[in-house]
């Protein structure tokens, strides 16, 4: 079992230290003011504590990403809302680019395409990745980004379980692959980011 090491900052006592369980760590600061942080060694939380022991803003980190994003595709799909399977497709803005591809019927309020009602979430991601080839080709961006690892590094290979699949999933896969194929050797780059700066998220993270 790998070591892990607390730091932690006693403010009224102008004590400071590092030690190697929870159990200590809690013993030491229980009742009064003060601050800690485990890490996976011992460099780290010296470095934590040498820096004052601040604690990292998450939320303005996430701001900053985001205001940061490169000039590229996104996508994503997700049931957050409660009225099925959405699909996403966005600039780094978040505005929708599925205009570019699908007839404003298709379309709904949010900007989304709504999946067929039996989809499985990651059917959705599917197509999502479809959708964002095709526009990414159109715009001639060749930047594509998703939070999900399952579509990005397995299924728009082409590297799927056939057993556990339907035939309408593998088809779309089938087809993805080949789209990819073509994505990739004008250039174009699939990568991932996480959900929580995704501006195509549908996840609804906080």
Not at 64 to 85: H, P, Q
Not at 100 to 111: D, V
Not at 116 to 124: I, V
Not at 160 to 168: F, G, H, I, S, V
């Amino acid at each position: 079992m790998a070591i892990k090491y607390y730091a932690f900052i006693i403010d009224k006592e102008n004590y400071s230290g590092v030690v190697t369980s929870w159990a200590e760590c809690q013993s030491i600061t229980k009742g009064k003011s003060a601050r800690y942080k485990s890490f996976k060694n011992e460099i780290e939380a010296k470095e934590w504590l040498k820096n004052g022991g601040l604690y990292e803003d998450k939320k303005l980190k996430i701001q900053e990403a985001k205001a940061n994003l490169e000039d590229a595709i996104y996508f994503d799909a997700g049931t957050g809302r409660g009225i099925g399977v959405e699909v996403r497709v966005t600039n780094r803005f978040g505005n929708s680019l599925l205009d570019n591809i699908l007839p404003e019927k298709m379309i709904n309020e949010f900007g989304n395409y709504l999946a067929p009602s039996e989809s499985t979430n990651n059917y959705g991601e599917l197509i999502g990745i479809y959708l964002a080839i095709d526009i990414a080709l159109r715009k001639r961006n060749f930047k594509i980004f998703g939070d999900s690892k399952l579509i990005i590094d397995y299924w728009s290979k082409g590297h799927y379980n056939k057993a556990t699949l339907n035939e309408k999933t593998i088809n779309l896969i089938q087809k993805t692959t080949e789209k990819r194929k073509q994505f990739e050797s004008l250039g174009g780059t699939i990568q991932h980011i996480s959900g929580d700066i995704n501006p195509a998220d549908l996840g609804f993270h906080k």
